[in-house]
Structures are given as C-alpha cells and as structure tokens.
C-alpha cells in the first residue's frame, strides 16, 4: 500500500521526477565509469605484455628496463651483445625469446627491430595474440608492419614506402632515404604501446646502418638496397629481450642467475612485479579523477534533496488529506523516504543502462583513438558498493524532507472527518 501510495506520488510530479532520475543517473554513471575504467585501464596496463615471463636488457634499473623495452620510452644506455642473445635463446630452460632492437624513428614514432617471432610469441590483455587489420608479418628486408595508431595518424596503406630517421626526436636530419621501407601489414588495435610503433627486421635495421659509426654516415661509405641485400646483415647487438620458460619454476633460478652474471652484466625483470610497481607511481591520477565523479555523485544528491524539499512545502495540501485519511505523522515521513528511496534507485539502474550502452557505443572509438581497451562488464564488487552506497546516500537525503514532512503533518489542523 505505501509502495502504491509512494509511486502515485511520483507520477503526479513527472517533470521535477524526471530531472531528478536523469540528474541521478548521469552522476551514477559517471561515478561508476570512470571506476569501470580505473578497473580496466589498471588490468590493461598490467597486461601489456602477458605470457613474458621475463625481460631482460643490459645493466640497467627495473623501471628503466621496462619503459623503454616495452613503452618505448627514454633510451637504453647499452646493448645486449648478439652472442649474448643467442646463447640465452638457446638455453635448455627458454622456449622462446623475441629481441628488441631499439634506435630509430619515424617522425616521432619509434622504429623497433625484431623478429616475426613477436606475431607468434607476443601477448597482451587476456592472452591475445597480435592480428593484422590489413597485410601480413614482416616479408621482406625492407618490409615494416605498422601499429594501428601509426597507419591511422599517417595515413599509410599496405605498399606505401617510408623513410626511417636515425634517432627518437620529432624531427631528424639524419634520414635513412636511400633504403626506403616498404608496409607489408597493419596491426589491429592493442590498447598497448605496440600501437605507435613501427617493426621491422633486425636485419633491415642493420641494413640501413651499413657505411653508419656513432650515428653518423661516413663519406663514400654508403651502400644501395640492393647492395645491402648481398651483405652479411647479421646483427651485432639487441637493446632487449622478451623471453618465454618452458616451465615457470624456473622463472626465479633464470633470473637471480642472469643478474649474478659478472662476464656480460644484464638486468632480468618480472614483467608483473615491475608493472606493479610502476603503477603505483602513475596511479595517483585516476584516484583524484574518482574523486571529481565523486563529487559529482554528491552534486546530484544535493540537487535531488533540494528538489525534494522545495516539493515538501508545495505539497501541505497533500499532507493534510493523508492526515485525514489517518496517515500518522510517522507514516507520511516514511513516505517521503520511500520516494526517495525510489528515486534513488530508479537513477542507479538507468545510470547503470546508460553506462554500459555508452561503453559499448565507445568501445571502438576509445581503442582507436586514446588506446583504451574498454569494454562492457557486469558490475564488480566495488561498483555495486558504489551502487549501495548511492542508495544509502539517497535514503539519508530524503531524511530531512521526511522530517519536515513529519513536522507539518503533526502541526496539521485538519480535523479528521472519518
């Protein structure tokens, strides 16, 4: 009967009703966003690369190694002797190993040498390997796959020819023109740093080097591509290595080993410890991103009180008639906080509809174009304590009208006829 009662109350006042479930539900959904993307943002980041499970770069600290192997950021002060590499590729314990080879650019994205064995070997997010939008892996000397950022920006296709600078500044003079690149392939969105780069062969890198010292090309030095195809394009060194065990008990023993070397001094990180560390440091700004949703969550609530008590003195006719009709005082105050109750809970459910439609509808928008891997979810444990306590924060501003509402029905001179 008071559920009934409540919801009559509400039809009859459509139009402040409304506002005030859309003012609660875009709120909610903020709130609940932008936790949905904290959540998501922090798993996609722990998983920039999944299934690694070890990297390892010359001697060099944890962060370091890390963002300029993976989020190719900073430089790395040495290199990784090609010997080196492939007597730890060849170690009974590794099942397989990607190389890195870091250095050059392509104006302002960074150029990575390395393998096909990074289409076969790489993960990221929940183990999903690397597929092509367009093209296919590395096919030739001078072939260069392109991250979905970099195709995108620049508006590359499959069979178009580029040029790759010597160094990772914006602009360069030091151009490598006389062995142009040629795109074979286009890789699908990642939400991963993979995005931005450009990958091509660690041959085609040593290649566009040839007739080169210290970054800089030597007078009557220089070769053609096809010179360059009848040379011996091994490479001499790697900036980084993604390695993969065939068990991962021996994950700890590899590592401590790697690190204890004195003959080539070599950092070997755990690509999760380190992931983990490093988010505490850029955390701190999607915590103060919650708290602006926060409140808000707060400005929404205020404004449905506010609502709610102006609603209060307009309704003493309304008041008056329940006390007639035999409401106590106590029931009309419990009244007002069903309505509110509600109301409250009408917002959280629309909010929660117009949260997960709006992520669906951005889902590719946010991986093209920021590299936000987003996607709808069920609600998780901390958003449905959000969604409580959205309701709980409701229930108390409806507290104040039901007392006042308390106040004017015991005031009330109506003489109950009946």
Same mark, same amino acid.
């Given at each position: 009967?008071?559920?009934?009662?409540?919801?009559?109350?509400? $039809?009859?006042r459509r139009?402040?009703?409304?506002l005030?479930l859309?003012t609660?539900?875009?709120?909610t959904?903020?709130?609940?966003?932008?936790?949905?993307?904290?959540?998501?943002s922090?798993?996609n980041?722990?998983?920039t690369?999944s299934?690694?499970d070890?990297i390892?770069?010359?001697?060099?600290?944890?962060?370091?190694?890390?963002?300029?192997s993976?989020?190719?950021?900073?430089?790395a002060?040495?290199?990784i002797?090609?010997?080196?590499?492939?007597?730890?590729?060849?170690?009974?314990?590794?099942?397989w190993?990607?190389p890195?080879?870091?250095?050059?650019?392509?104006?302002?994205?960074?150029?990575?040498?390395?393998?096909?064995?990074?289409?076969?070997?790489?993960?990221?997010?929940?183990?999903?390997?690397?597929s092509?939008?367009?093209?296919?892996p590395?096919?030739?000397?001078?072939a260069?796959?392109?991250?979905?950022?970099?195709?995108?920006q %620049?508006?590359?296709?499959?069979?178009?020819?580029?040029?790759?600078a010597?160094?990772?500044?914006?602009?360069?003079?030091m151009?490598?023109?006389?062995m142009?690149?040629?795109?074979?392939g286009?890789?699908?969105?990642?939400?991963?740093?993979?995005?931005?780069?450009?990958?091509?062969?660690?041959?085609?890198?040593?290649?566009?080097h040839?007739?080169?010292?210290?970054g800089?090309p030597?007078?009557?030095?220089?070769?053609?591509?096809?010179q360059a195809?009848?040379r011996d394009?091994?490479?001499?060194?790697?900036?980084?290595?993604?390695?993969?065990?065939k068990?991962?008990?021996?994950?700890?023993?590899?590592?401590?080993?790697?690190?204890n070397?004195?003959?080539?001094?070599l950092t070997?990180?755990?690509?999760?410890?380190?992931?983990?560390? %490093?988010?505490?440091?850029?955390g701190?700004?999607?915590?103060?991103?919650?708290v602006v949703?926060?409140?808000? %969550?707060?400005?929404g609530?205020?404004?449905?009180?506010?609502?709610?008590l102006?609603?209060?003195a307009?309704?003493?006719?309304?008041?008056?008639?329940l006390?007639?009709?035999?409401?106590?005082?106590?029931?009309?105050?419990?009244?007002l906080m069903?309505?509110?109750?509600?109301?409250?809970?009408?917002g959280?459910?629309?909010?929660?509809?117009?949260?997960?439609?709006?992520?669906?509808?951005?889902q590719?928008?946010?991986?093209e174009?920021?590299?936000?891997?987003?996607?709808?979810?069920?609600?998780?444990?901390e958003?449905?304590? *959000?969604?409580? *306590?959205i309701?709980?924060l409701?229930l108390?501003?409806?507290l104040?009208p039901?007392?006042?509402?308390? $106040?004017?029905?015991?005031?009330?001179?109506?003489? $109950?006829?009946?």
């Amino acid at each position: 009967m008071l559920i009934r009662l409540a919801w009559n109350s509400l $039809r009859s006042r459509r139009a402040t009703v409304l506002l005030t479930l859309f003012t609660i539900a875009l709120s909610t959904a903020l709130l609940l966003g932008v936790q949905q993307v904290r959540e998501q943002s922090r798993q996609n980041f722990m998983a920039t690369v999944s299934g690694t499970d070890l990297i390892v770069g010359a001697r060099a600290g944890p962060v370091q190694l890390l963002l300029y192997s993976l989020f190719h950021i900073g430089s790395a002060t040495s290199n990784i002797s090609w010997t080196g590499y492939q007597a730890l590729a060849e170690d009974d314990r590794v099942a397989w190993t990607i190389p890195l080879s870091l250095g050059d650019s392509h104006r302002g994205y960074r150029v990575v040498g390395t393998r096909n064995l990074i289409f076969e070997h790489y993960r990221y997010g929940d183990d999903r390997a690397l597929s092509f939008a367009q093209g296919e892996p590395l096919n030739d000397l001078f072939a260069v796959v392109l991250g979905a950022k970099v195709a995108r920006q %620049l508006g590359y296709q499959p069979g178009d020819e580029l040029v790759i600078a010597h160094g990772t500044g914006n602009t360069s003079f030091m151009q490598h023109k006389q062995m142009p690149f040629t795109v074979s392939g286009i890789l699908a969105p990642t939400g991963t740093p993979l995005d931005r780069t450009l990958l091509v062969s660690l041959e085609g890198l040593e290649a566009v080097h040839l007739g080169w010292r210290a970054g800089v090309p030597l007078p009557g030095l220089q070769v053609s591509a096809e010179q360059a195809r009848q040379r011996d394009l091994a490479p001499r060194q790697v900036t980084a290595v993604l390695v993969g065990l065939k068990s991962r008990l021996q994950t700890f023993h590899l590592q401590r080993e790697l690190n204890n070397r004195r003959d080539a001094p070599l950092t070997a990180l755990l690509p999760g410890v380190v992931l983990q560390e %490093l988010w505490q440091v850029i955390g701190v700004a999607e915590r103060a991103l919650l708290v602006v949703s926060a409140a808000a %969550l707060l400005i929404g609530i205020a404004g449905m009180l506010a609502l709610m008590l102006a609603a209060v003195a307009q309704r003493q006719h309304e008041v008056a008639v329940l006390r007639a009709l035999g409401c106590s005082p106590l029931r009309i105050a419990g009244l007002l906080m069903l309505e509110s109750l509600l109301l409250t809970l009408g917002g959280v459910i629309l909010g929660l509809i117009v949260l997960q439609a709006g992520l669906a509808a951005a889902q590719t928008p946010l991986l093209e174009h920021f590299g936000l891997l987003i996607q709808p979810a069920l609600p998780s444990s901390e958003q449905l304590f *959000l969604c409580g *306590l959205i309701l709980t924060l409701g229930l108390l501003a409806g507290l104040l009208p039901s007392l006042q509402a308390w $106040r004017l029905a015991t005031a009330s001179r109506l003489i $109950r006829r009946y």
